[in-house]
């Protein structure tokens, strides 16, 4: 009921604020490549157990598609790979899915949260020195979180989870006149049910390439990207993702 008033709330909003619209119909594709370093636990419960995680390039994928209807919200889909392992030493016993393991154990954890925003997005402002989107995105986490002693005989359990969550959007790109460069940033958030979620990027791009037919930016930023999740499919977690990534878009 909360997640329901929530997204209404935001569409009511959304509709009462002036909105810009594409004269044309304009189709963005990018792809971005984001390195990351991983931190944080998970458990069947609140009291997290935390764990080791090694650096990972995460790839990440999206279309979006503008059109001149102004009351009608544009789209965006983004599909964003986010996995990371490590092995961990136990400092005391702990019980996942079921199975127990002992202090001292040596387990190798992996997380495995790959997500897809579903954005619905309005542009509040949109020319060549300034655009600004606002929207809702339900973030689509479907995954699986997994331990398993280093010994080949060895205990092994997994958790999955999956669940669809209502976030608030924004996204601005501030131009810089006369150098083909452009600053933006990015981002989802929400805080609801014990659950806390944001999705957070900023950067530089350029434009290397800009006619009537395409346009072609580079980028190059930061993101940072928090999923604390309380008691979705019985899974407890809050990790933390963060990290510099490089990305291509095309707008056609």
Not at 45 to 72: C, G, M, R, W
Not at 168 to 189: E, I, W
Not at 193 to 198: F, L, P, T, V, W
Request: no cysteine; hydrophobic share 40%.
């Amino acid at each position: 009921m909360k997640k329901t008033a929530l997204m209404l709330s935001v569409s009511g909003f959304l509709f009462t604020v002036p909105v810009q619209a594409d004269t044309l119909l304009g189709l963005y594709i990018g792809a971005d490549g984001w390195r990351t370093s991983a931190d944080g636990g998970f458990a069947n419960n609140s009291q997290l157990q935390s764990f080791n995680f090694s650096d990972k390039t995460q790839k990440s994928y999206y279309v979006a598609l503008e059109h001149p209807l102004p009351f009608i919200p544009n789209i965006r889909l983004q599909h964003n790979q986010l996995e990371s392992s490590g092995s961990t030493s136990l400092n005391a016993g702990f019980s996942f899915a079921g199975t127990t393991f002992a202090a001292g154990t040596e387990l190798q954890n992996q997380t495995e949260l790959t997500n897809t925003d579903y954005v619905l997005y309005y542009e509040i402002l949109d020319n060549d020195l300034i655009s600004l989107d606002l929207g809702i995105n339900g973030k689509y986490i479907n995954g699986t979180v997994a331990v398993a002693e280093t010994d080949a005989n060895g205990m092994a359990a997994s958790q999955r989870a999956s669940q669809l969550i209502p976030m608030l959007y924004a996204s601005a790109k501030v131009g810089l006149p006369l150098t083909g460069l452009d600053v933006f940033t990015q981002g989802s958030y929400v805080s609801l049910d014990g659950n806390r979620i944001y999705d957070a990027q900023a950067g530089v791009a350029y434009a290397v390439l800009d006619n009537l037919a395409v346009n072609m930016r580079l980028k190059l930023g930061y993101r940072a990207m928090n999923l604390r999740l309380d008691d979705v499919d019985n899974l407890h977690a809050d990790l933390d993702f963060k990290g510099v990534f490089a990305g291509v878009e095309l707008h056609f």
